[in-house]
């Protein structure tokens, strides 16, 4: 059998990041404003210094203003907030980012909801979930935002598609489950109370999977022919990134599939400088996308 055609999220990112630079170009020469992102990062966890550090060199590729907030983890949620504060009234400021997740005693909560939600450029303030819910423009988070993308960059038509998502996290699985229905999917949800998932996901068009579990998904759960959106990432016991999908064994069957790495992570770090030169436009009255 023919093996499914690779959806390379690393050069759709590249592309997404080019046309940026150029919109960047013009933002400037047509109203003198340059996209500035905060990002605010309190601890020191490994895992979320790394983000970081990706997110300010996007940055920097595509002529995004930023700043790294480093606060220590010991930081009272109160002095947090007020950092907040500070940022959603500097206008060379155009997107604040909070990378999560936050130490124990800092209510996640309440930070998002102190961040304007026209500076919001994760997505995650319930004013933006809730504009997203019913159609209207909003900042759309990034991972589903970036699927979007990578479907649409692909060719791959929606309407009227059997799409399965498994995984139903606010992050993830829910956003991407309205996005996909609003652009005319008929979308069915799995979980981890799921009775039969291969029952389900063997039915889909559109496969994505959204759990944290590495190859929860083989070939028994795939159909001929599906889209399979490999959004998990997890360390393999020799140190290695793999996916949620057994992806040796399922690219046989797909049509398409998404590698990890190089598949919907670049793609989520693109969609936040695309947010943030969008929340720039819209402070200058321009622009669309
Ligand atoms: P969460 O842990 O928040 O959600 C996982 C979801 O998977 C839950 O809804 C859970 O169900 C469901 N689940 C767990 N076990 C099973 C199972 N055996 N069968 C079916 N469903 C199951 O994860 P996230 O959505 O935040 O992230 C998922 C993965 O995606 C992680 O590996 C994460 O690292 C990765 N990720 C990657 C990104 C990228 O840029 N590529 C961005 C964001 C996340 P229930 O609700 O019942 O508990």
Known sequence: MAAGQ???????????????????????????????LAVILVGDDPASETYVRGKIRDC?????????????????EEVLLRQ????????????????????RHISAERVIHRIRPEKDVDGFHPINVGKMVIGQEAFLPCTPYG???????????????????????????????????????TVTMCHSKTKDLSAHTRR??????????????????????????????????????????????????ASHITPVPGGVGPMTRAMLLVNTVRAAERTAGIGQG
Do not use: C, Y
């Open 204 to 253: 889909a068009d559109i496969l994505v999977v959204a759990v944290g579990k590495a190859h929860v998904i083989g070939p028994e759960h795939v159909g001929p022919n599906a889209v399979v959106i490999d959004v998990g990432i997890n360390r393999t016991e020799e140190g290695r990134l793999t996916g949620d999908v057994d992806f040796e064994a399922v690219r046989p069957i």
């Open 147 to 185: 699927i979007m993308e990578m479907l649409r960059r692909t060719g791959i038509s929606v309407a009227g598609k059997h799409a399965v998502v498994v995984g139903r996290s606010n992050i993830v699985g829910k956003p991407i489950s309205i996005l996909l229905q609003q652009a005319n999917a």
């Open 84 to 103: 907040i504060d500070r940022l959603n009234e500097d206008p060379s400021f155009h997107g604040i980012l909070v990378q999560l997740p936050l130490p």
């Open 6 to 36: 690779l959806i390379d999220g690393k050069s759709m990112a590249a592309d997404v990041k080019r046309e940026l630079a150029a919109r960047i170009d013009r933002l400037d020469s047509e109203s003198g404003i340059r996209p500035g």
């Open 60 to 76: 920097r590729d595509v002529g995004i203003r930023s700043e790294l907030v480093r606060l220590p983890e010991n930081t009272p």
